[in-house]
């Protein structure tokens, strides 16, 4: 049977052997599921890959970067992130100059906040980036776990809905109702890791029958994303949270999923979404005094 694209099922064509040019966009590549650059070096050897076009192999170039950045800088991150964070974003994305544009982002958005934490409060320095592009990147990690997983399962076609959970949205209110979601997933879904100080952990639980399901995806401990994927577009769930063409700002507001109106996953948690000119942006923390290690 013909390989298929995992992101756009498209019908791959093999690579000749003695082929010397350019690689056509329907040409038949290997992806690593997450990328393997967020992994600690020595890479362990249980990662991920899966079938890909030539063309789509390189649409995140560069953001599987930003979704490192992005991660490392969170505080809380256990030991893998402290060595990500170390070895691969100073010693080697800032040292190299790399990722020039976020890196001005971070630099012009930081400022002085305190979020709560399971220690108590904690001032930290906040930034904010651009999360679409992010989510855009998770939204395609999951579609390459269900490959891997589920190669029977047809979810081309599928409504994607990725939520981002970490110090930053948990200080903006509902923290109760974030934790809470992360706890059900936890505890009512199947769960494995993958790198050789937990850099990237999921569980999940899928409906092949009802065609859709439900991830959770958490880097170096501390950075959360929830992905939700079905047939039934998701605007028709969460009809009236955005109201008019200019897409003004309307929340946080709290959408409850229930195991009726989910088909029957078996999970019952709430999701704060909220929506801005421009587009859904995120934020992440560090430790108070970090940046000027930075310099």
């Given at each position: 049977m013909?390989?298929?694209?995992?992101?756009c099922?498209?019908?791959?064509?093999?690579?000749?052997?003695a082929h010397?040019?350019p690689?056509?966009?329907n040409h038949?590549?290997?992806?690593h599921?997450?990328?393997d650059?967020?992994?600690?070096?020595p890479?362990?050897?249980?990662?991920?890959?899966?079938p890909?076009?030539?063309k789509?192999?390189?649409?995140?170039?560069?953001?599987?970067?930003?979704?490192?950045?992005f991660a490392?800088?969170?505080?809380?991150?256990?030991?893998?992130?402290e060595?990500?964070?170390?070895?691969?974003v100073?010693g080697?994305?800032?040292?190299k100059?790399r990722?020039p544009?976020?890196?001005?982002?971070?630099?012009?958005?930081l400022?002085?906040?305190?979020v709560a934490?399971d220690?108590?409060?904690?001032?930290?320095a906040?930034?904010?980036?651009?999360?679409k592009?992010i989510?855009?990147c998770?939204a395609?990690?999951t579609r390459g776990?269900?490959?891997?997983?589920?190669?029977?399962?047809n979810?081309?076609?599928?409504?994607?809905?990725v939520?981002?959970?970490?110090?930053?949205?948990l200080?903006?209110?509902a923290r109760?109702?974030q934790?809470?979601?992360?706890?059900?997933?936890v505890?009512k879904?199947q769960?494995?890791?993958?790198?050789?100080?937990?850099?990237?952990?999921?569980w999940?639980?899928i409906d092949?029958r009802?065609?859709?399901?439900?991830?959770l995806?958490v880097?170096?401990?501390t950075?959360?994303f929830?992905?939700?994927?079905s047939k039934?577009?998701?605007?028709?769930l969460f009809?009236?949270?955005c109201?008019g063409k200019?897409?003004?700002r309307?929340?946080?507001?709290?959408?409850t999923?229930?195991?009726?109106?989910?088909?029957?996953?078996?999970?019952?948690?709430?999701?704060?979404l909220?929506c801005?000119?421009?587009g859904?942006t995120s934020?992440a923390?560090?430790?108070?005094?970090?940046g000027?290690?930075?310099a």
């Open positions: 013909p390989q298929r694209c995992y992101i099922d498209v019908e791959l064509v093999p690579i000749p052997r010397n040019g690689l056509q966009d038949a590549t290997r992806d599921v997450p990328p650059g967020l992994f600690c070096d890479k362990p050897s249980n990662l991920i890959t899966v890909c076009c030539h789509h192999n390189r649409k995140h170039s560069g953001v599987d970067e930003r979704l490192r950045m490392a800088l969170e505080i809380g991150r256990n030991e893998g992130g060595k990500i964070l170390s070895e691969k100073f080697s994305t800032l040292k100059m990722q544009k976020f890196v001005t982002k971070i630099a012009t958005t400022r002085n906040e305190t934490t220690k108590g409060p904690m001032p930290v906040v930034f904010t980036v651009d999360g592009e989510l855009e998770v395609d990690i776990l269900l490959r891997h997983f589920y190669p029977q399962f979810y081309h076609g599928h409504d994607f809905m939520v981002d959970i970490h110090s930053a949205t200080a903006k209110g109760d109702a934790l809470r979601l992360i706890s059900e997933m505890t879904t769960g494995e890791s993958r790198g050789n100080q937990s850099e990237f952990r999921f999940r639980q092949e009802r065609e859709h399901g439900a991830w995806l880097f170096y401990e950075v959360a929830t992905v939700c994927h039934i577009p998701f605007r028709t009809e009236g949270h109201q200019g897409r003004e309307v929340g946080p507001r709290i959408m999923f229930s195991p009726d109106r989910f088909g029957g996953l078996g999970l019952g948690f709430e999701i704060q909220s801005q000119p421009g859904c934020c923390c560090f430790r108070q005094g970090f000027g290690q930075a």
